[in-house]
Protein backbone atom coordinates (compact mmCIF):
# COMPACT_ATOMS: atom_id res chain seq x y z
CA UNK A 1 0.00 0.00 0.00
CA UNK A 2 1.00 3.75 -0.28
CA UNK A 3 2.97 4.89 2.81
CA UNK A 4 4.60 7.88 3.77
CA UNK A 5 6.90 7.21 6.56
CA UNK A 6 9.15 10.70 8.05
CA UNK A 7 11.75 10.83 10.41
CA UNK A 8 12.13 11.23 14.03
CA UNK A 9 10.74 14.17 16.55
CA UNK A 10 13.38 16.82 16.77
CA UNK A 11 14.24 19.46 19.24
CA UNK A 12 16.38 23.12 17.97
CA UNK A 13 17.32 26.05 19.55
CA UNK A 14 16.32 28.88 17.66
CA UNK A 15 18.50 29.97 14.53
CA UNK A 16 19.18 26.34 13.89
CA UNK A 17 17.96 24.51 11.11
CA UNK A 18 15.93 21.23 11.11
CA UNK A 19 15.68 18.52 8.32
CA UNK A 20 13.20 16.53 8.10
CA UNK A 21 12.61 13.52 5.74
CA UNK A 22 9.63 11.29 4.35
CA UNK A 23 10.42 8.05 2.59
CA UNK A 24 8.00 6.89 0.07
CA UNK A 25 6.68 3.06 -0.82
CA UNK A 26 4.16 1.36 -2.76
CA UNK A 27 3.71 3.23 -5.77
CA UNK A 28 6.08 4.86 -8.43
CA UNK A 29 8.17 7.83 -6.42
CA UNK A 30 8.70 9.78 -10.00
CA UNK A 31 5.02 9.76 -10.68
CA UNK A 32 3.58 11.68 -7.82
CA UNK A 33 3.88 15.33 -6.60
CA UNK A 34 5.17 15.84 -3.18
CA UNK A 35 4.04 18.41 -0.18
CA UNK A 36 4.87 19.22 2.59
CA UNK A 37 2.28 20.89 5.77
CA UNK A 38 2.80 21.59 9.01
CA UNK A 39 0.46 22.18 12.33
CA UNK A 40 1.29 24.20 14.99
CA UNK A 41 0.10 23.62 18.59
CA UNK A 42 -3.72 25.19 18.41
CA UNK A 43 -3.36 26.23 15.05
CA UNK A 44 -4.58 25.14 11.36
CA UNK A 45 -2.88 22.85 8.89
CA UNK A 46 -0.32 25.59 6.73
CA UNK A 47 1.16 24.21 2.87
CA UNK A 48 4.53 24.84 2.93
CA UNK A 49 5.59 23.64 -0.63
CA UNK A 50 5.46 21.45 -3.31
CA UNK A 51 8.04 18.92 -4.92
CA UNK A 52 8.05 17.24 -8.09
CA UNK A 53 10.57 14.24 -6.81
CA UNK A 54 10.82 13.31 -11.06
CA UNK A 55 12.76 16.67 -11.56
CA UNK A 56 13.75 18.19 -8.51
CA UNK A 57 11.73 21.50 -9.31
CA UNK A 58 9.85 23.24 -6.11
CA UNK A 59 6.77 25.63 -5.40
CA UNK A 60 7.18 27.23 -1.87
CA UNK A 61 4.83 28.82 -0.63
CA UNK A 62 5.51 32.82 0.25
CA UNK A 63 6.02 32.79 3.79
CA UNK A 64 8.61 30.15 3.96
CA UNK A 65 10.71 31.46 0.57
CA UNK A 66 13.98 31.69 1.71
CA UNK A 67 13.68 29.18 4.80
CA UNK A 68 12.78 25.83 3.37
CA UNK A 69 14.60 23.85 0.63
CA UNK A 70 12.86 20.38 -0.58
CA UNK A 71 14.68 18.12 -2.25
CA UNK A 72 14.44 14.36 -3.25
CA UNK A 73 17.01 11.54 -3.37
CA UNK A 74 15.36 8.97 -6.12
CA UNK A 75 17.70 6.45 -5.28
CA UNK A 76 16.21 5.85 -1.73
CA UNK A 77 12.64 7.26 -2.83
CA UNK A 78 12.82 9.98 -0.07
CA UNK A 79 12.37 13.41 0.18
CA UNK A 80 13.65 15.92 2.59
CA UNK A 81 12.35 18.91 4.11
CA UNK A 82 15.07 21.63 5.50
CA UNK A 83 14.15 24.74 7.60
CA UNK A 84 16.54 27.53 8.42
CA UNK A 85 16.82 30.48 10.92
CA UNK A 86 14.23 28.39 13.35
CA UNK A 87 12.08 30.47 15.67
CA UNK A 88 9.62 29.29 18.35
CA UNK A 89 6.92 29.80 16.28
CA UNK A 90 8.23 27.30 13.59
CA UNK A 91 7.49 24.84 16.75
CA UNK A 92 4.85 22.49 14.92
CA UNK A 93 3.94 19.09 13.62
CA UNK A 94 5.41 18.92 10.03
CA UNK A 95 3.59 16.16 7.36
CA UNK A 96 4.60 15.16 3.95
CA UNK A 97 1.69 14.33 1.56
CA UNK A 98 1.32 13.05 -2.04
CA UNK A 99 -0.12 14.94 -4.02
CA UNK A 100 -1.33 14.16 -7.96
CA UNK A 101 0.25 12.37 -11.03
CA UNK A 102 2.58 14.20 -12.68
CA UNK A 103 2.63 16.29 -15.11
CA UNK A 104 -1.25 16.85 -14.25
CA UNK A 105 -2.58 19.75 -13.12
CA UNK A 106 -2.00 20.05 -9.57
CA UNK A 107 -4.79 22.75 -8.80
CA UNK A 108 -7.26 19.61 -9.97
CA UNK A 109 -5.35 16.98 -6.94
CA UNK A 110 -5.86 16.72 -3.14
CA UNK A 111 -2.99 15.56 -0.62
CA UNK A 112 -3.68 11.14 0.09
CA UNK A 113 -2.16 9.95 2.23
CA UNK A 114 -0.02 11.89 4.91
CA UNK A 115 3.11 10.66 6.63
CA UNK A 116 2.62 10.16 10.45
CA UNK A 117 4.29 13.86 10.81
CA UNK A 118 7.10 15.00 13.09
CA UNK A 119 7.12 16.93 15.78
CA UNK A 120 9.28 20.12 16.08
CA UNK A 121 10.45 21.72 18.64
CA UNK A 122 12.10 24.74 18.53
CA UNK A 123 13.09 26.30 22.31
CA UNK A 124 16.23 27.62 23.65
CA UNK B 1 -3.59 36.41 -0.61
CA UNK B 2 -6.72 34.33 -0.87
CA UNK B 3 -8.76 33.49 1.98
CA UNK B 4 -11.07 30.47 3.29
CA UNK B 5 -13.49 30.77 5.60
CA UNK B 6 -15.02 28.16 8.17
CA UNK B 7 -16.92 28.32 11.30
CA UNK B 8 -14.62 27.26 14.35
CA UNK B 9 -16.94 24.99 15.87
CA UNK B 10 -20.78 22.98 14.69
CA UNK B 11 -22.47 20.72 17.37
CA UNK B 12 -24.56 17.98 16.07
CA UNK B 13 -26.68 15.27 17.56
CA UNK B 14 -25.33 11.51 17.15
CA UNK B 15 -27.65 10.73 14.10
CA UNK B 16 -28.24 14.35 12.77
CA UNK B 17 -27.23 16.19 9.83
CA UNK B 18 -24.02 18.00 10.10
CA UNK B 19 -22.87 21.09 7.95
CA UNK B 20 -19.36 22.61 7.78
CA UNK B 21 -19.34 25.70 5.80
CA UNK B 22 -16.34 27.47 3.38
CA UNK B 23 -16.06 30.55 2.07
CA UNK B 24 -14.26 32.26 0.23
CA UNK B 25 -13.83 35.08 -3.14
CA UNK B 26 -15.40 32.77 -6.48
CA UNK B 27 -14.63 29.34 -4.58
CA UNK B 28 -17.44 27.95 -6.90
CA UNK B 29 -14.85 28.39 -9.90
CA UNK B 30 -12.22 26.23 -7.76
CA UNK B 31 -12.11 22.33 -6.70
CA UNK B 32 -12.32 21.98 -2.67
CA UNK B 33 -11.29 19.34 -0.95
CA UNK B 34 -11.99 18.25 2.53
CA UNK B 35 -9.75 16.91 5.26
CA UNK B 36 -10.89 14.96 8.33
CA UNK B 37 -8.29 15.72 11.43
CA UNK B 38 -8.24 14.26 14.84
CA UNK B 39 -5.70 14.68 17.93
CA UNK B 40 -2.95 12.67 17.99
CA UNK B 41 -3.81 11.33 13.82
CA UNK B 42 -2.69 12.43 10.24
CA UNK B 43 -5.50 14.03 8.30
CA UNK B 44 -7.74 12.29 5.93
CA UNK B 45 -9.28 13.23 2.84
CA UNK B 46 -13.09 12.87 2.95
CA UNK B 47 -14.33 14.59 0.07
CA UNK B 48 -12.02 15.54 -3.19
CA UNK B 49 -12.63 17.71 -6.14
CA UNK B 50 -15.83 19.28 -4.49
CA UNK B 51 -18.20 16.27 -4.34
CA UNK B 52 -16.32 12.80 -4.83
CA UNK B 53 -15.89 10.52 -1.85
CA UNK B 54 -12.09 8.51 -1.69
CA UNK B 55 -12.76 4.64 -1.74
CA UNK B 56 -13.11 3.76 2.59
CA UNK B 57 -15.33 6.75 3.40
CA UNK B 58 -18.49 6.72 4.42
CA UNK B 59 -21.74 7.53 1.96
CA UNK B 60 -22.53 10.07 5.00
CA UNK B 61 -19.76 12.08 4.25
CA UNK B 62 -20.77 14.68 0.92
CA UNK B 63 -19.67 17.75 -0.97
CA UNK B 64 -21.13 20.62 -2.80
CA UNK B 65 -19.35 23.92 -4.09
CA UNK B 66 -21.19 26.58 -5.76
CA UNK B 67 -20.73 30.67 -5.85
CA UNK B 68 -18.36 31.62 -2.83
CA UNK B 69 -19.47 28.64 -0.62
CA UNK B 70 -18.66 24.55 -0.38
CA UNK B 71 -20.61 22.75 2.11
CA UNK B 72 -19.39 19.19 3.75
CA UNK B 73 -22.73 17.79 4.90
CA UNK B 74 -22.30 14.98 7.23
CA UNK B 75 -26.05 13.22 6.98
CA UNK B 76 -26.70 10.37 9.77
CA UNK B 77 -23.52 11.98 12.17
CA UNK B 78 -22.01 8.90 14.25
CA UNK B 79 -19.85 9.56 17.32
CA UNK B 80 -16.51 8.88 15.48
CA UNK B 81 -16.88 11.52 13.36
CA UNK B 82 -16.29 14.10 15.95
CA UNK B 83 -12.78 15.87 14.64
CA UNK B 84 -11.40 18.53 13.17
CA UNK B 85 -12.64 19.16 9.86
CA UNK B 86 -10.47 21.46 7.06
CA UNK B 87 -11.16 22.97 3.67
CA UNK B 88 -8.70 23.61 1.13
CA UNK B 89 -8.22 25.38 -2.49
CA UNK B 90 -5.83 26.22 -4.63
CA UNK B 91 -5.55 30.25 -5.93
CA UNK B 92 -2.35 30.54 -7.94
CA UNK B 93 -0.28 27.30 -7.44
CA UNK B 94 -0.15 27.77 -3.83
CA UNK B 95 -2.23 25.43 -1.67
CA UNK B 96 -5.07 27.40 0.81
CA UNK B 97 -6.88 25.71 4.29
CA UNK B 98 -9.66 27.53 5.81
CA UNK B 99 -8.59 27.78 9.51
CA UNK B 100 -10.92 24.26 10.79
CA UNK B 101 -13.93 23.82 12.33
CA UNK B 102 -14.31 21.44 15.59
CA UNK B 103 -17.35 19.02 15.02
CA UNK B 104 -18.85 17.98 18.40
CA UNK B 105 -20.88 15.26 18.24
CA UNK B 106 -23.18 15.13 21.60
Known sequence: QVQLVQSGAEV?????????????????????????????????????GIINPS????????????????????????????????????TAVYYCSRGGLIPRLETNSWFDPWGQGTLVTVSS | SYDLTQPPSVSVSPGQTASITCSGDKLGNKYTFWYQKKPGQSPVVVIYQDNKRPSGIPERFSGSNSGTTATLTISGTQIMDEADYYC????????????GTKLTVL
Open chain 1, 12 to 48: KKPGASVKVSCKASGYTFTNYYIHWVRQAPGQGLEWM
Open chain 2, 88 to 99: QAWDSSTAVFGG
Open chain 1, 55 to 90: GGSTNYAQKFQGRVTMTRDTSTNTISMELSSLRSED
